[in-house]
């Protein structure tokens, strides 16, 4: 089918996104749409919510998941977002799991949760996955939708590698240059990602995850693409791996262009998948 056909007939991609309010989701969400404005929030019936009776309502630790974020830069995504579990304990973990149920019992596509981004801040060295992100992904029925983990912050851990390389010998300037490499190594063979994949205790793992610091490079893993140091927040920061990656983790063909035309950042995988077509 025809992408602008299946725009038309869709409409806009819906993207769940959980994380605490450090997981750097808003500057995320900002690079895919290829701006720097906060995103306008619309209730569950359409109507747009003033920004200063949502501020009041997040204070009181209130949060409508049911709520859609848009950017005006690229509103052909929707977003719902879905504070750590951390902070709404139980409550805010059922909310959850009844939104994705919800979601999933749309008869119309354009109304289903199309993809899940799991965001994980790993500005804690070394952390370990919390128990409610253990939650999520044991008992958590997500169903054919897309579940994507993003570890971001990834930078966080360049100190470490840096240590080590220190201790191995390496000069400064050597361990400075070798330092991210050296961080995405250790973490691909690390004790967390053999976990999220193969661990009892999980039993539905993310279809893939994504280490985000920042500027790109593909790292060819089954699993795994990676970023390579800079940051999110500058304006030339590249997302396009994250979108690829995305686009990777759907079954659905016609979900699968719906995504990668209503993304507007990476036109080489626009091209990739027409001629795939």
Not at 60 to 85: A, C, K, L, Q
Not at 121 to 131: K, N, Q, Y
Request: glycine share 6%; aromatic share 8%.
């Amino acid at each position: 089918m025809d992408p602008s056909k299946i725009r038309e007939k869709i409409g806009r991609f819906r993207i769940l996104v959980i994380g605490r309010a450090n997981a750097g989701k808003t500057t995320i969400l900002q690079r895919v749409c290829n701006t720097r404005e906060n995103p306008q929030i619309y209730n569950s019936a359409g109507k747009k919510v003033d920004p200063t009776v949502l501020m009041a309502s997040t204070e009181r630790g209130e949060h409508d998941i049911e709520n859609e974020m848009v950017f005006r830069n690229n509103p052909g995504f929707v977003f719902h977002d879905s504070r750590g579990f951390e902070a709404g304990g139980e409550s805010e973990f059922d909310r959850m799991k009844a939104f994705i149920a919800s979601r999933s019992k749309e008869t119309k596509l354009k109304d289903q949760l199309h993809a899940i981004w799991y965001c994980i801040p790993m500005d804690e060295a070394h952390r370990s996955f919390t128990e409610g992100e253990i939650k999520f992904f044991s008992h958590c029925d997500t169903g054919s939708i897309a579940v994507m983990v993003l570890f971001t912050k990834f930078d966080a851990l360049y100190d470490v590698a840096y240590a080590q390389l220190k201790s191995m010998g390496k000069s400064m300037e050597e361990a400075e240059e070798l330092a991210p490499k050296h961080a995405e190594e250790s973490f691909a063979m690390g004790s967390q990602l053999k976990f999220l994949y193969h661990s009892k205790d999980i039993r539905r793992p993310p279809k893939r995850h994504i280490c985000l610091p920042s500027k790109l490079f593909i790292v060819e893993n089954p699993y795994m693409m990676t970023v390579d140091p800079s940051d999110m927040d500058k304006d030339d920061a590249d997302c396009g791996p994250l979108i690829e990656c995305t686009a990777g983790t759907m079954d659905n063909e016609v979900l699968q262009q719906l995504f990668v035309s209503t993304q507007q950042t990476n036109l080489e995988l626009c091209m990739k998948y027409a001629v795939e077509r």
